[in-house]
């Protein structure tokens, strides 16, 4: 749909106040962007439209608000702002999801490997070849045997956590973000079987270099510590909870989950805020 | 610094700087009124409250997106106030498999409200404004006014709106052009009295 200045005129009141369909507006802010005498017309359709807002009805927002809202600017403030990506859209289709996704994710961290282990079997030719490199080559081989290891431990700890989550028995719950990261959500997978859990967890802001994500499980009388998590820079993590021995009857019954902003490498007892938050 | 006495520009040119007190009184300023749009929207205080957060944060991490040679900051704040809150007000639908529906069609509740519906400390919030608007919109007929609120607040389309109320669509587009007309000249009528 092509518009011209008079179909335009009879659109823009409409758009002004988000009335038009996919394809008017699509049409509309075509021709806007083609007719400077239009567009200044729509742009004062639009003020008039967002006038509309002054009518409603004053209500006082909780005082409770106004903190949550400072303290979330006071972190986004000196952190990186990272990618937004909502995760709950595909929450329904998330296992389906997670399980198609763990052979991606499994030949990712696997290429990771094979390119790391080709590198190397590439440096320890040439260490034979060059005897007076040696040193440095060698340094460069320990380099890259600790990457190795720390991608073959990142793909192990990943091919666990999408297996437990492929169980049968498996339950999960939601974790919603505070207000430290409004927009972020986590998903904790419960094996009772293997008396193991998996935390999955999108949109959390990162972190200076001396903080970490810290999961806990929550107990009426006690914060059981559970793994730390690493996010990627899109915000996205998870953590892998080995067997869970039985906790102290004095701990009471499970409440719910937390994971919290902690000093690195983790701690034993809870001492930041909640980033992200279950609780029954 | 008095930041009460700062124009909203020179708030806006400060959150570049990531000055939190000015943020703070941005806040102080509008916090009420972004909220009360979700509200209208939304229909849930908790769900309001989710989208005035929001919309405060977008402003504090993205200020540059704010172009004063467009328009007036309360202006440009007001429309994210209300995308934000129709897209989340979708969001419900979608998840509640319900129909995009308004809070109520009933026709005291189509705006514009009256003073005794505001809080009473809030009086003061662009006082003359409101009243300019809500002047613009009493001369309105009732058909007009609707299929207004319907678009702005219930963020349904012409074509939707026809379908809610039984209505063809050539009228609902009619209605919805000569209701904004009307409020484009009474607007621009009081302006020229001098009223604001």
Same mark, same amino acid.
């Not at chain 1, 600790?146 to 073959?152: K, N, T």
């Given at each position: 749909?092509?518009?011209?200045?008079?179909?335009?005129?009879?659109?823009?009141?409409?758009?002004?106040?988000?009335?038009?369909?996919?394809?008017?507006?699509?049409?509309?802010?075509?021709?806007?962007?083609?007719?400077?005498?239009?567009?200044?017309?729509?742009?004062?359709?639009?003020?008039?439209?967002?006038? /509309?807002? /002054?009518?409603?009805?004053?209500?006082?927002?909780?005082?409770?608000?106004?903190?949550? %809202?400072?303290?979330?600017?006071?972190?986004?403030?000196?952190?990186?702002?990272?990618?937004?990506?909502?995760?709950?859209?595909?929450?329904?289709?998330?296992?389906?999801?997670?399980?198609?996704?763990a052979?991606?994710?499994?030949?990712?961290?696997?290429?990771?490997?094979?390119?790391?282990?080709?590198?190397?079997?590439?440096?320890?030719?040439?260490?034979?070849?060059?005897?007076?490199?040696?040193?440095?080559?060698?340094?460069?081989?320990?380099?890259?045997?600790?990457?190795?290891?720390?991608?073959?431990r990142e793909a192990q700890t990943k091919d666990a956590a999408v297996n437990l989550v492929?169980?049968?028995?498996?339950?999960?719950?939601?974790?919603?973000?505070?207000?430290?990261? *409004?927009?972020?959500?986590?998903?904790?997978?419960?094996d *009772?079987?293997a008396?193991a859990?998996a935390?999955?967890?999108?949109?959390?802001? *990162?972190? *200076?270099?001396?903080?970490?994500?810290?999961?806990? /499980?929550?107990?009426?009388?006690?914060?059981?510590?559970?793994?730390?998590?690493?996010?990627?820079?899109?915000?996205?993590?998870y953590a892998l909870v080995r067997? %869970?021995?039985?906790?102290?009857?004095?701990?009471?019954?499970?409440?719910?989950?937390?994971?919290?902003?902690?000093?690195?490498?983790?701690?034993?007892?809870?001492?930041?805020?909640?980033? /992200?938050?279950?609780?029954? | 610094?008095?930041?009460?006495?700062?124009?909203?520009? &020179?708030?806006?040119? $400060?959150?570049?700087?990531?000055?939190?007190?000015?943020?703070?009184?941005? +806040?102080?300023? +509008?916090? @009420?009124?972004?909220?009360?749009?979700?509200? #209208?929207?939304?229909?849930?205080?908790?769900?309001?409250?989710?989208?005035?957060?929001?919309?405060?944060?977008?402003?504090?991490?993205?200020?540059?997106?704010?172009? &004063?040679?467009?328009?007036?900051?309360?202006?440009? =704040?007001?429309?994210?106030?209300?995308?934000?809150?129709? @897209?989340?007000?979708?969001?419900?639908?979608?998840?509640?498999?319900? &129909?995009?529906?308004?809070?109520?069609?009933?026709? &005291?509740?189509? =705006?514009?409200?009256?003073?005794?519906?505001?809080?009473?400390?809030?009086?003061?919030? =662009?006082?003359? @404004?409101?009243?300019?608007? $809500?002047?613009?919109?009493?001369?309105?007929?009732?058909?007009?006014?609707?299929?207004?609120?319907?678009?702005?607040?219930?963020? =349904?389309?012409?074509?939707?709106?026809?379908?809610?109320?039984?209505?063809?669509?050539?009228?609902?587009?009619?209605?919805?052009?000569?209701?904004?007309?009307?409020? #484009?000249?009474?607007?621009?009528?009081?302006?020229?009295?001098?009223?604001?």
């Amino acid at each position: 749909m092509r518009m011209d200045c008079d179909e335009a005129a009879e659109h823009i009141d409409a758009h002004a106040i988000g009335a038009l369909d996919v394809d008017e507006r699509r049409a509309l802010e075509a021709h806007l962007s083609r007719c400077h005498s239009c567009a200044q017309l729509a742009a004062a359709a639009r003020d008039e439209g967002t006038a /509309l807002a /002054l009518a409603v009805p004053l209500v006082a927002a909780r005082a409770s608000l106004k903190p949550r %809202i400072l303290a979330s600017a006071s972190i986004l403030r000196d952190v990186r702002e990272p990618r937004a990506r909502r995760w709950w859209p595909a929450a329904a289709a998330a296992l389906v999801v997670i399980s198609i996704g763990a052979l991606a994710w499994g030949s990712v961290a696997q290429k990771r490997v094979n390119d790391v282990s080709a590198e190397r079997a590439s440096v320890s030719a040439a260490a034979t070849a060059q005897a007076g490199e040696l040193t440095d080559l060698h340094g460069r081989l320990v380099s890259v045997s600790s990457l190795l290891s720390d991608a073959q431990r990142e793909a192990q700890t990943k091919d666990a956590a999408v297996n437990l989550v492929s169980q049968r028995g498996v339950s999960s719950t939601e974790l919603v973000g505070t207000y430290m990261a *409004p927009s972020a959500y986590g998903r904790y997978y419960w094996d *009772p079987s293997a008396r193991a859990g998996a935390l999955f967890v999108d949109d959390l802001p *990162p972190l *200076p270099a001396n903080k970490v994500y810290q999961l806990w /499980l929550v107990y009426e009388r006690q914060w059981v510590p559970g793994p730390t998590v690493s996010v990627d820079a899109t915000g996205h993590g998870y953590a892998l909870v080995r067997t %869970i021995g039985a906790t102290k009857l004095s701990a009471g019954r499970l409440t719910g989950y937390a994971v919290t902003v902690e000093p690195q490498p983790g701690v034993t007892q809870q001492t930041g805020g909640m980033v /992200l938050v279950q609780f029954q | 610094m008095d930041y009460t006495a700062l124009q909203d520009s &020179e708030l806006m040119d $400060r959150l570049c700087g990531r000055d939190l007190a000015a943020f703070e009184a941005l +806040y102080d300023r +509008y916090g @009420d009124l972004v909220y009360s749009v979700a509200l #209208r929207v939304v229909g849930d205080t908790y769900v309001a409250e989710d989208v005035t957060q929001d919309v405060f944060i977008r402003v504090w991490r993205k200020p540059q997106r704010f172009d &004063e040679q467009r328009g007036k900051f309360v202006t440009w =704040l007001l429309s994210v106030a209300r995308n934000r809150s129709i @897209d989340e007000r979708r969001s419900q639908s979608r998840r509640m498999r319900h &129909e995009a529906l308004p809070p109520t069609t009933d026709e &005291e509740d189509v =705006l514009p409200s009256n003073d005794e519906r505001d809080d009473p400390g809030l009086a003061t919030v =662009l006082s003359d @404004d409101r009243a300019a608007v $809500r002047e613009a919109l009493e001369v309105l007929p009732h058909e007009q006014k609707l299929a207004i609120h319907l678009a702005y607040f219930g963020g =349904l389309t012409q074509q939707e709106i026809a379908n809610k109320l039984g209505q063809p669509l050539g009228t609902v587009k009619t209605r919805i052009r000569l209701g904004m007309q009307k409020m #484009r000249g009474a607007l621009a009528t009081r302006r020229a009295e001098g009223h604001s």
